[in-house]
């Protein structure tokens, strides 16, 4: 149901309820003689008595039509109602029934806007004057006048609680989407806690396992060396970058077994390009069907940067395009320098993020592959952002884009 409609009817159903109840009322009264109403007053009454109670019914019922109608049409007998009466007990000298008038007034205030409300406050006021007039209006002009300006009184009080109401509600609704939506964030936060935390319960223990493993890669390694023989130049790039996989093997389970710090401490600095040089070497590598490209558009800037935190960053992204394309395509590592700032663009020709995606890309736990553990790009983007950088996904036609920008602490 619409919000108009439901306003509709709780005015119906308070107005007509009400109304019935109290014109029953009045209708017990004249019968037992109590009330100084004649033949036409009795009739009048039991007729808006039926109606307001057929009204109410069909809100009730939730007929739209016939509540429509009821909400259209209930002012217009209701002040006829009050007009009768007040006409057959003697106008606006006995004043009984008047009052009536300006009770309709003020329940119009119920369902109808500021509009309504005047068209209310206008047909009260003709209803005032035409039920005097066959007792002779001319006698009673300083009475009418009075009711009169009574009664546009009361429908200027009625519109302005009624905008006045209005505008309570919907600050108050404004409020309330406000607090869902705070409510709503600090519910993911939690859920992103707990995330971390049941990850942060296994760090120990991956840091023993890790420190094991690399004892044992290295004497892998060893014996692989002391092998007879000339060995090809793949043979030796595959040696020295198992070499340097084992080195950063050995630096994360050293960083996991001890407490961490926001700055880069005692990381290596090097020059940026070196860096990216080193990272797309890598990626080339690691995937040889992947064709990693280097654009440089830095001018003459190579910032010294550390070594470990650039390179843990841009090693997750890279990796993440390289199997987004299934290990093979075209990718770039694009370093660009805009005024004094440097910022590094990773592209790639992979299936791209989908808006929805977008939304949860930087979330604990969230991943865009099947089997992911969604926390790479968590931690990259922690790591820049600990250190006044940031990482952003941006738009793209084809593929996926990431921009990483290097904190200005890193930039000469």
Known sequence: MSGSLARIEIGIRIRCLWGTLFQLCLLAYAWAGW??????????????????????????????????????????????????????????ASS????????????????????GIAATAVLALVGLWAQEWPLGWRDSVQSLSLWSAWLVFVGVATAWAR??????????????????FHLESIEEKLRDAHNLASLGNQTARLGHGLKNAVHNLRGFTALIERKEGERTPAEQAALSGLRGAIDQLESLAHDSLRPAEDGSGGDEESNLR??????????????PEVRCRVVWDARDGNPKVPRGILNEVLSNLLHNSAQSMDEAGDMSLEVH??????????NDEGPGVSAEMAQNLFRPGHSTKANGHGMGLYLARQLMEAQGGSLSHAERDRGASFRVGLPESWEG
């Open 96 to 115: 009984l029934f008047v009052v009536g008038l300006w009770f309709e007034i003020l329940l119009s205030g119920l369902s109808y806007r500021t509009l």
């Open 274 to 287: 070196s860096v990216i040089e080193d990272a797309a070497q890598e990626i080339r590598r690691c995937y």
């Open 35 to 92: 009330l100084p109403v004649g033949p036409v007053g009795v009739w009048t009454l039991g007729v808006a008595a039926c109606l307001n109670l057929a009204s109410y019914l069909a809100a009730r019922g939730g007929h739209e039509r016939p509540m429509r109608l009821a909400h259209a049409l209930a002012p217009v007998w209701g002040i006829a109602t009050w007009a009768v009466l007040s006409h057959e007990t003697g106008g606006v």
């Open 337 to 346: 320098r805009i005024d004094s700032r440097y910022e590094i663009q990773v």
């Open 163 to 180: 905008r006045y109401w209005q505008s309570r509600q919907a600050s108050l609704a404004d409020r309330l989407t406000e607090q869902q």
